[in-house]
């Protein structure tokens, strides 16, 4: 095995989340919507990880309904590349296919997983890290990335550093002490006062034959079922061995399968911008503000408004007058207003769509 | 002249007001839409006369851009009893315009004068304090309509009243003492305590040869200019006569020219709920609440949202989730959010529209 094949990118890219509803939908979540304006949150994942990992070293794992979306958006990756898992089996299931058929198509490459929805800027100090971790990879480790809390988030999982493994610049790596589950407020709190402690992004890096190891250390069933589908990719018969091995696995996270439990475990921490965008409110920040401090996407018009955010997507005119805090939403089928702040509650209306209207979910 | 000839009503229906921007447009003011659901404005005018006032008995007055679609709106009129004048000449005109007209084809007949664009309701109680003003006016009596305030009301004129003339059940009619234009909120405080003001809903019944009468004592430049329209009414040289006759016409209200200086008005205090509607503010009172204090108008969803109005005319999905005291309209072209008491400023962006983008106002 060399150590200098240069590493492949796996973008996770199952999520089915209506927490963008109207914008985002059932059939075409948050990954393959634009959220910002401009290109859809899994093509500027891929744009990002340019010049780095080309796209013909980028493989997406997403599932059965979204897979033709996705390969329509994605048309610089090879086809057969964005792979449809039958059944979601949570991300240990993920990361052991993803490694069998990395260790075949592009043996001795290190491994990059990432999310495709989240928010990333600029690019090259988010791949100046990615690089410091693949380094890390290649020596055995399995590494993550980790963000200096800007607030005491309760919504993310975090990581507590340990000793300095090494530094370049802004990018610091350590030994992971442990990984925490998201806190209340109070531990929160604690976690930003004590500069410990990073948010948990969900981007890793690490050799295949490591994880798959280590998979096979601490949970050899999901690596026995998984093996047979490593031989058949590239067959006519992967489909049917990937239906045939997921159908009956039990569904396990990666956190929980291996990352609580591995021994050598690094982290980057890196000075990139951010946000895994969990709600309209967190879309707020990363849109521009008019003098008003409206955050804007789209045509619209504000009189004597202020801090709203208005996303108009249904080429309607949204106007609005004498109003603060709100998030205003439009698409062609779906008007939304809600309270900044409050945006959690707009599963409450897909709940109730699904019941009465499932067209507009 | 008899004075049992039965009144004839002249709508009057010029209007063209954005402030229920985006449903009332330029082309489509407030008389011509529906704003409670249901039948328009105008159509709700005319079926709330019924059986006071048949049909056959009803003239508009409307302007050219609208008379196609007020004809359209109202089949069961003469089309030639809707009148489009050439150009606004304010009220005074478009009084002696319809008396001179009622004078010719409903010799006789007493005249009700009416906006197209009010709420008013039961229509019983209102065509009973119709029928006592009539009865006033083959008096030779000016009559006009008063409403009891129900709060200190800074948008509306008033009238003074004086000694009482008469009264049946609920209807009060008294003399005159004066008319007050809209006051500032002392004044309008000042009024309400009193229990001697009304508000002046701009309803008037008056004999065609007395208003005629007053206007050639107060204005005869009035009656001299539209008297050769009078009499090419139902001949085909009308419209040319009107246009000759009211392109120089200078523009003066029925109240300058004739109600704040004749001698012997009567004001008719009746019982029916009345409002005028001057904004969306004011239709939140007019349609039914949810348990949440959400006042409804077309297909919505509120989530934690109180005391809001929405009216959806745009077939879209509409959700408030979290949001309180807010107004919000769609129509297929057009969003708009304001908050409640504040939809005075919606012109503000109809001024902006004008500018950017004219069709959409």
């Not at 930003?192 to 096979?216: H, K």
């Not at 996270?253 to 709600?279: M, R």
């Not at 309607?316 to 779906?334: C, H, K």
Request: some cysteine; proline content about 6%.
């Amino acid at each position: 095995m060399t150590t200098t094949t240069p590493p492949v990118a796996v973008i996770m890219a199952g999520g089915s989340g209506t927490r963008f509803w109207p914008v985002s939908r059932t059939k075409l979540p948050k990954q393959l919507v634009s959220l910002l304006g401009g290109p859809t949150m899994i093509q500027a994942t891929v744009a990002r990880l340019q010049p780095l990992i080309p796209a013909e070293r980028v493989l997406v794992i997403t599932t059965a309904a979204q897979a033709e979306e996705t390969r329509r958006q994605l048309p610089m990756l090879k086809p057969a590349h964005v792979i449809a898992e039958p059944v979601g089996r949570d991300t240990a299931a993920c990361v052991a296919l993803a490694a069998l058929i990395i260790a075949k198509d592009f043996p001795g490459a290190p491994m990059i997983l990432l999310p495709a929805d989240q928010v990333i800027d600029p690019a090259d100090r988010f791949q100046a890290a990615l690089a410091a971790g693949v380094d890390q990879a290649r020596q055995g480790r399995l590494v993550t990335f980790g963000i200096t809390p800007r607030f005491a988030a309760t919504g993310y999982g975090y990581v507590e550093v340990a000793e300095e493994l090494g530094r370049d610049g802004a990018i610091g790596i350590n030994r992971v002490a442990r990984f925490v589950e998201k806190p209340n407020a109070e531990g929160a709190t604690e976690y930003l006062a004590s500069g410990r402690f990073r948010w948990n992004a969900g981007i890793f890096a690490w050799r295949t034959d490591v994880v798959l190891r280590e998979l096979a250390a601490h949970t050899p069933w999901l690596i026995e079922a998984l093996t047979p589908v490593g031989t058949a990719w590239g067959t006519p018969g992967f489909a049917e061995a990937l239906a045939a091995a997921y159908g009956p696995l039990k569904k396990i996270s990666i956190d929980y399968a291996l990352l609580e439990k591995a021994k050598d475990i690094a982290v980057v921490t890196a000075d990139f911008i951010w946000d895994d965008l969990g709600s309209w409110d967190a879309l707020y920040d990363h849109l521009p503000a008019d003098a008003d401090g409206n955050h804007v996407s789209g045509e619209a018009i504000a009189v004597g408004s202020h801090n709203n955010l208005m996303v108009n997507r249904s080429g309607q005119t949204l106007a609005l007058v004498g109003v603060e805090n709100l998030s205003v939403i439009t698409t062609p089928d779906a008007v939304l207003v809600v309270a900044r702040h409050g945006s959690q509650q707009v599963k409450m209306v897909v709940e109730r769509l699904a019941v009465t209207l499932p067209e507009r979910i």
